[in-house]
């Protein structure tokens, strides 16, 4: 017969023990109550120990594919005669989703597959030195936001914040456009153009506007190569232009401006660019107030770390000592 | 006082002016009077001699590629890109201090070492498009013969093993690139690399051999995304290896290829 196992905390016999006695168990104090009160056995039989479960449990199978081709706003013809059905559709099926479907490939069972897109690009660009799959993400992202920058029907003039802004930083949308195409003809090879919000004060030197000011909180036009975006840099994209041959050629062939320029007239939705700007001022200025709280803060710490505690308060009032009470 | 840094004097007897319209002072030193003068080369006449670049043709018709590379992509890849880049070089040397320099040497000292100056793009794409038509012929493709053969399988192993290597190395650029079959100079053999935008294997000193254009430009019409078609269907029946054993054989004129011949006292 096994020895009366002891619980641990009281000292206390309990003959339940004996049936996990592979355990080092202590009684709660319900149980001390409980187990006092009856007085089993001796007469009980010892039981197998339980196997100590495993707190975690088993990771599930991994998702094959964490990251879903988004589908397009608007049917693939809807965009006609600006960008045909048969670009829309080599671009979004074979393009986008031959990104889609490499970086699933790559990212599948790793860490970065929980990740949200938007963080995922940042992290895998690796200021500078990106990731196998940074191409990949990137490229997912810009063309989702290229397919939602435009609209069948689109074109037209912005309004309201937008419209403000772009005559503030450029003089007059035409003057956007100019730059915008500007910024198209000269990225040699592959690459996007942006219309961008920069609302902190990081100097890429990318950024081109025709009235540069040392103000921040302004909409600048930018180019980047290959796959890269203004994410990395910091800024707020606000609309995005898909200068790789393959988003033009089959309706413009060599003719980049001619492109541009439709996109501009024909085929861009203000309204989404101007949601974006509401989003990216709201996201600035939140970012900013954060900002300004931390830096208040450390300039707090360091003040009382720097200055020596002196109490400048007047010397108290010499009074007859209290007798300290017996109890 | 900016002396012109190109004027290599032209033996030819025609007259290489300055595309710049700054006269050389002759007050900083003076040229003796038996002294070719190179602002003035034929005194007394009113005209000065300034050369540009123009569009070389590719050796055969533009359809005669059919039907691995349409007449329409010839037309527009030759007539409105490579034409492009063109005009363009040729208003950069407008001012520019590489004027007179020949092609080759304008793309490896405008490259620069990896900061390329604003020249670069267009002199390099220029000389790559040249190349490119050059090496391709209608009826091309097949196997080639005799030394071209031996060096390929010297340095391949197989000649399949070269095609596999070719076509792995294109299809790994991602974005607008060249892939080249190029001679090493100081290794003196052959070997395959793919380069992004317009670089080729020029500026780091290499011979090339055979160059294939993956922008997509060059391929979009005809094959849309469908890279490995193109690139095999160059391979198997576009690339001209009569070129490459006439570059093989300039080549060899500054790379050594077979073993030394050490006589034997």
């Not at chain 1, 500007?182 to 990225?187: F, G, I």
């Not at chain 2, 492009?84 to 304008?106: I, P, Q, W």
């Not at chain 2, 031996?150 to 974005?175: R, V």
């Not at chain 2, 690139?231 to 006439?246: E, I, K």
């Amino acid at each position: 017969m096994q020895p009366a196992t002891a619980c641990a905390s009281s000292g206390l016999t309990i003959p339940w023990l004996r049936r996990c006695s592979s355990l080092r168990v202590k009684c709660s104090t319900s149980q001390r109550a409980h187990c006092a009160s009856t007085s089993t056995a001796d007469t009980a039989e010892p039981i197998e120990p339980i196997e100590p479960i495993d707190p975690i449990e088993t990771d599930p199978e991994p998702d094959p594919e964490p990251f879903k081709l988004k589908p397009l706003p608007y049917p693939f013809n809807a965009l006609e005669p600006h960008m045909s059905k048969e670009t829309v559709e080599y671009h979004w099926e074979r393009h986008h989703r031959g990104h889609v479907d490499s970086l699933n490939a790559i990212i599948q069972g790793t860490e970065f597959a929980e990740m949200e897109l938007e963080n995922m690009v940042l992290t895998s660009y690796n200021e500078g030195n990106p990731l196998p799959f940074f191409v990949h993400a990137s490229q997912v992202w810009n063309h989702d936001f290229f397919w939602e920058t435009m609209k069948p029907g689109g074109g037209g003039n912005p309004s309201n914040v937008l419209k403000y802004l772009i005559e503030r930083d450029f003089g007059s949308l035409d003057e956007l456009a100019k730059e915008i195409q500007n910024a198209a003809l000269t990225q040699f090879g592959s690459g996007w153009v942006w219309l961008a919000y920069k609302a902190h004060r990081l100097g890429v030197g990318n950024d081109i506007n025709p009235r540069p000011s040392k103000k921040d909180k302004r909409l600048v036009v930018v180019k980047t190569p290959n796959a890269v975006s203004p994410l990395v840099w910091d800024y707020y994209p606000l609309l995005a232009i898909d200068v790789w041959e393959h988003a033009y050629y089959m309706d413009y062939e060599n003719r980049r401006g001619d492109y541009v320029s439709v996109f501009l007239d024909k085929l861009i939705s203000w309204d989404v660019v101007s949601d974006r700007l509401k989003n990216a001022m709201f996201r600035a200025s939140k970012r900013e107030k954060m900002e300004k709280r931390e830096m208040l803060l450390d300039k707090m710490k360091e003040a009382r770390l720097r200055v020596k505690a002196v109490d400048l308060r007047p010397t108290p009032k010499a009074r007859p000592k209290m007798k300290r009470r017996q109890y | 006082m900016v002396l012109q840094l190109v004027m290599a004097p032209n033996w030819c007897g025609c007259g290489v002016a300055s595309a710049n319209s700054t006269k050389i002072s002759t007050n900083a030193f003076k040229m003796s009077s038996n002294r070719f003068n190179f602002s003035k080369p034929y005194p007394g006449r009113a005209y000065r001699v300034t050369a540009y670049y123009s569009l070389t043709t590719p050796p055969y018709e533009l359809d005669a590629l059919e039907p691995y590379m349409s007449k329409r992509t010839v037309e527009i890849h030759w007539g409105k890109h490579h034409n492009e880049h063109v005009e363009r070089l040729n208003k950069h040397l407008k001012t520019s201090a590489f004027y007179g320099h020949t092609l080759e040497e304008m793309v490896k000292a405008t490259y620069n070492n990896g900061s390329p100056l604003v020249e670069f793009n267009d002199s390099s794409s220029v000389w790559s498009h040249d190349f490119f038509w050059e090496s391709m012929q209608p009826n091309g493709g097949s196997m080639p013969k005799g030394g071209v053969l031996d060096q390929i399988e010297k340095d391949f192993g197989t000649f399949t093993n070269f095609k596999d290597e070719f076509t792995f190395a294109a299809l790994s650029i991602f974005g607008p690139g060249w892939v080249w079959l190029y001679l090493k100079k100081n290794e003196r053999k052959l070997a395959v690399a793919p380069t992004q935008n317009a670089i080729s294997p020029l500026v780091w000193g290499d011979i090339p051999i055979i160059g294939l254009d993956m922008w997509e430009h060059a391929y979009y019409l005809d094959y849309k995304d469908d890279r490995s078609a193109y690139v095999n269907n160059f391979l198997d029946h576009l690339v001209s290896w009569h070129s490459v054993m006439v570059r093989m054989m300039r080549a060899e004129a500054f790379v050594n290829l077979g073993e030394p011949k050490i006589p034997v006292a």
